[in-house]
């Protein structure tokens, strides 16, 4: 039955089955489990019409998001298709939505007199101003404090995880555990400044509101009142407080409607919790599940492997995406002997789609960390095959790994003044003029001339030792490359607070060096075809004009779609990664990382690793695919094996 005689649009036509279920659901909470590609943003934007449509006042409805952009973007849609009132309707982040209810509310929270919001920047040097005074006990451990940098990152997830101080320094930051006492103090500290000072940071907004929340029954009441419906869009990404938010801005009538997919909550880094999806219909009882299953992006054959993917996971909303589309042909999971011909393998698959008339834009490489890129993005560069690449770090311009390449070039040519004055400012007691007068004594004399350096300055040991073992005769790059990363390890963990990442990267770049057996055609390739710079913020659909393909951490990826999709390094130990294989949470989390990466093909998913791979770290040899994928029947995955370059 049509609904044009009620209403001014005829949602039943504009909508598929379950949309329309969910657009015309009445009162109490309601939970929309939106599958990929289902058309979640169009089920939100028609439930704000069909709702204003029937009487309820725009203002009494409050729509939440992860960026204004999303929330904007909505509301516009919804006033475009019934009237301006739509614009009247609530909508924002919860930070925002935080901040405007905190200034209506300032003198319940202590600020009588208002409050300034801190931006991360001004939160850093705040922390860094405390830091000082806790130095000298550093030092008394024979330790150096986290950078300020750090202790944000610290203080930050232990209030978006909901869990301990105690618990995130020994969990992610080990290397600090006997600093804890430190750490504490500068945290006590910091809250006391921002106390003092009016100072609000990020965390503060949500922390704040829930306390009012909770402490102030009146307010809580006028909130409740005021927002008769409330909507929240990627449900799957809120943290612990966020969820709480929610719980205590319920009406009566519990008319709380979220919207997400369980199976693509992959930001557990950030504090968003997996349980709260899982979790909704126990704490809101009779709560509707409403599932959107019908896809609009992908063929089926891709939809049919990326439903086997997901089926195994431990917790779940069952459920299957179809497509009304027809035809397609089957994934593709491609192992090569290994990692450049995977490389090549990839770079060959996308000049084919170009040569057939597939646009380098529609067309992205996914992979689980940013340094798993590298030897690809060198490869690309030699084809002349443009890329922008998002997520990770800028490779080339990254402190760790111009450092290690100074010692290699020092090795290569030992008049490279620039490369000698990094390695010896990495020297304890070594500064500029220091440097100038050892280069000068190297140029005159040759490198022995540190051996006499030495007696006046003990610390030149360790470098003295290291460039005459990577001299040797004979030594393949990759050996010396393996001495450099020996000295250079005490130094990298004493510069920096992520050390164990950034020891995964200088081990790959280990890995890309046993290909030559020049150290000098190495070190040229690094500066001739490097990897990429690369950005660290969320890929948007715009972000990728021209004809250029996309590199992308599957991280940064997500919401997006192109029409050939490959996901690199799916090897098992790297893809889940090893650090994941201990935790069931984080292996399921990897899990979903999968699947979100599957579906964002339209026409052609083609999934590779490289099928034998020493892993330096745990001493072993790789050589499975992705623990998702092997057992997946060849009926919905096409296997292929490739030897070597005359297969490609």
């Known amino acids: 039955m049509s609904t044009a005689g009620k209403y001014k649009i005829d949602y039943r036509r504009q909508l598929n089955p379950a949309q329309y279920e969910a657009v015309m659901h009445g009162q109490g909470p309601l939970l929309v489990i939106a599958g990929a590609g289902s058309g979640k943003t169009r089920t939100l934007t028609y439930r704000v019409a069909r709702l204003v449509e029937d009487g309820i006042a725009a203002s009494s409805i409050l729509l939440l998001s992860f960026t204004r952009k999303a929330s904007r973007e909505m509301l516009a849609r919804a006033a475009s298709l019934l009237d301006r009132r739509c614009r009247e ?287 690809l993005e060198m490869e690309l560069t030699r084809r002349n095959l443009p890329f922008v690449k998002y997520g990770g770090f800028k490779f080339m311009e990254s402190a760790h790994i111009k450092d290690l390449l100074a010692h290699l070039r020092i090795v290569a040519s030992a008049n490279d003044r620039l490369s000698w004055y990094r390695a010896l400012n990495l020297v304890d007691r070594v500064g500029p003029a220091t440097a100038e007068k050892l280069f000068r004594a190297v140029s005159r004399d040759g490198i022995q001339a540190l051996e006499g350096a030495c007696k006046k300055l003990p610390s030149l040991g360790g470098l003295t030792e290291a460039l005459a073992a990577m001299q040797a005769d004979g030594l393949a790059p990759a050996k010396i490359g393996e001495i450099a990363l020996r000295h250079y390890l005490p130094i990298l963990r004493q510069r920096f607070d992520d050390h164990p990442k950034r020891l995964r990267d200088l081990e790959q770049l280990l890995t890309i060096m046993e290909r030559y057996d020049r150290l000098e055609d190495f070190l040229d390739d690094m500066v001739l075809e490097p990897p990429a710079s690369s950005v660290n913020n969320q890929l948007a659909p715009e972000d990728h004009r021209g004809d250029n393909l996309v590199l992308s951490t599957i991280h940064s990826a997500k919401g997006l779609e192109w029409h050939t999709v490959f996901i690199i390094w799916a090897l098992d130990g790297r893809f889940p990664s090893f650090h994941s294989l201990d935790s069931g949470d984080s292996l399921e989390e990897e899990r979903r990382l999968m699947y979100v990466a599957a579906t964002r093909a339209r026409e052609n998913l083609i999934i590779t690793f490289p099928a034998q791979v020493y892993d330096r770290s745990s001493g072993t040899v790789l050589y499975r695919p992705c623990r998702f994928l092997e057992p997946i029947a060849e009926n919905y995955l096409e296997r292929r094996y490739i030897e070597r370059a005359d297969q490609i």
Not at 152 to 175: G, M, W
Not at 195 to 200: A, G, P, S
């Open 89 to 375: 309707v609530g909508g924002g982040t919860f930070h925002s939505f935080a901040n405007s209810v905190l200034r209506c509310w300032k003198d319940r929270i202590g600020f009588a007199e208002g409050f300034t919001i801190i931006d991360r920047a001004d939160s850093e040097d705040l922390i860094g101003m405390v830091s000082k005074t806790h130095s000298a006990a550093a030092k008394a451990k024979l330790k150096r404090l986290p950078r300020k940098s750090t202790l944000a990152t610290i203080f930050s997830r232990a209030i978006n995880k909901h869990v301990d101080l105690e618990d995130v320094v020994c969990r992610e930051y080990p290397q600090f555990v006997n600093l804890l006492d430190e750490i504490l103090s500068i945290h006590h500290e910091y809250r006391e400044q921002k106390r003092i000072h009016r100072l609000v940071d990020y965390d503060d907004l949500l922390t704040l509101l829930l306390k009012l929340l909770r402490e102030c029954p009146d307010v809580r009441r006028e909130i409740v009142t005021t927002y008769r419906h409330v909507m929240v869009d990627e449900y799957q990404d809120t943290n612990y407080i966020q969820s709480r938010l929610i719980t205590l801005m319920a009406n009566p009538e519990n008319n709380i409607m979220v919207v997400g997919d369980d199976a693509q909550s992959i930001y557990a880094f950030r504090g968003a919790n997996f349980k709260n999806i899982i979790s909704f219909p126990e704490r809101f009882p009779g709560t509707r599940i409403i599932k959107l299953e019908e896809n609009y992006r992908s063929i089926q054959p891709i939809l049919d492997l990326t439903n086997r993917i997901i089926e195994q996971a431990e917790e779940k909303f069952s459920k299957r995406l179809f497509t009304r589309r027809k035809g397609g042909r089957l994934p593709q999971l491609v192992a090569t002997a290994d990692e450049h011909l995977q490389s090549m393998f990839v770079a060959s698959e996308i000049a084919r789609l170009q040569r057939r008339g597939v646009a380098l834009s529609d067309v992205a490489v996914l992979f689980r960390a940013g340094f798993h890129a590298f030897d």
